[in-house]
T-cell receptor
Framework: NAGVTQTPKFRVLKTGQSMTLLCAQD?????MYWYRQDPGMGLRLIHY???????AKGEVPDGYNVSRLKKQNFLLGLESAAPSQTSVYFC???????????FGPGTRLTVL | KQEVTQIPAALSVPEGENLVLNCSFT??????LQWFRQDPGKGLTSLLL?????REQTSGRLNASLDKSSGRSTLYIAASQPGDSATYLC??????????FGSGTKLNVKP
C-alpha cells in the first residue's frame, strides 16, 4: 500500500516550457487535491476533484490545468511555465470531505 | 475569503514542557479543521481532525480544541520530546470542499 505518490520529485523548467505532474493514490479515495507551498505562505489550493471525471478550481488556479480521467490519478499541468510557479507542489487525497487528507511527498519545481 | 493565522511562527522549548499552538480563522462558517505535522523536505501527516460539531479531539499526547464562535483552535502537546520537532500546520475546511492553511508554527524541542 503505497498511499499517495507523486512524479517527479524534482524538476527544473525554463520559462515557457510545459510539464505535467502526476499524482497517484491506491486507497480508492474519491477526493483529490493539488496544493502549492511557498515559503512563509502555507499551502494554497490550486485545483481539486470530488470524483473521477470531475475537477474544480481552488484558491490559485490561474496558469494550471488538471484532469482526473481515472479515479486513482490526478494530473496537474503547466502549459507555459513562469518563474512565479517555482514552488513545492503537494498532492493529497481523502475518502470524502469530512475525512483525513493523506499527502504525497511533494514535487519541487524550479522555473528559470 | 477565509484567512488562517498561526501564532507564534516559531517556538523553542526544553524537553518535557507542555505547550500550546494557536490557530485562528476569520470566517466561523467552517466544516472541519485539521492539524498536520510537516517534517523538513517531507509531505504533511494528519494529526487530528475536528468536525465543526465537535469541541475537541485527542490522540496520545495531543489534544486539539475548536471554538468556532471565536474562530480559534489550539493544539496542546503534553510532555514534549525532541521527536516532536517539526512544523505544525492547521487547515480549515469550508462548506465548498476547499481547505485553507495557516503558514505554520515551527517547533524545536531541545534535549
Amino acid at each position: 500500500n503505497a498511499g499517495v505518490t507523486q512524479t517527479p520529485k524534482f524538476r527544473v523548467l525554463k520559462t515557457g516550457q510545459s510539464m505535467t505532474l502526476l499524482c497517484a493514490q491506491d486507497m480508492n479515495h474519491e477526493y483529490m487535491y493539488w496544493y502549492r507551498q511557498d515559503p512563509g505562505m502555507g499551502l494554497r489550493l490550486i485545483h481539486y476533484s470530488v470524483g473521477e471525471g470531475t475537477t474544480a478550481k481552488g484558491e490559485v488556479p490561474d496558469g494550471y490545468n488538471v484532469s482526473r480521467l481515472k479515479k486513482q490519478n490526478f494530473l496537474l499541468g503547466l502549459e507555459s511555465a513562469a518563474p512565479s510557479q517555482t514552488s513545492v507542489y503537494f498532492c493529497a487525497s481523502s475518502h470524502n470531505f469530512v475525512d483525513t487528507q493523506y499527502f504525497g511527498p511533494g514535487t519541487r519545481l524550479t522555473v528559470l | 475569503k477565509q484567512e488562517v493565522t498561526q501564532i507564534p511562527a516559531a517556538l523553542s522549548v526544553p524537553e518535557g514542557e507542555n505547550l500550546v499552538l494557536n490557530c485562528s480563522f476569520t470566517d466561523s462558517a467552517i466544516y472541519n479543521l485539521q492539524w498536520f505535522r510537516q517534517d523538513p523536505g517531507k509531505g504533511l501527516t494528519s494529526l487530528l481532525l475536528i468536525q465543526s460539531s465537535q469541541r475537541e479531539q485527542t490522540s496520545g499526547r495531543l489534544n486539539a480544541s475548536l471554538d468556532k464562535s471565536s474562530g480559534r483552535s489550539t493544539l496542546y502537546i503534553a510532555a514534549s520530546q525532541p521527536g516532536d520537532s517539526a512544523t505544525y500546520l492547521c487547515a480549515v475546511g469550508d462548506n465548498f470542499n476547499k481547505f485553507y492553511f495557516g503558514s505554520g508554527t515551527k517547533l524545536n524541542v531541545k534535549p
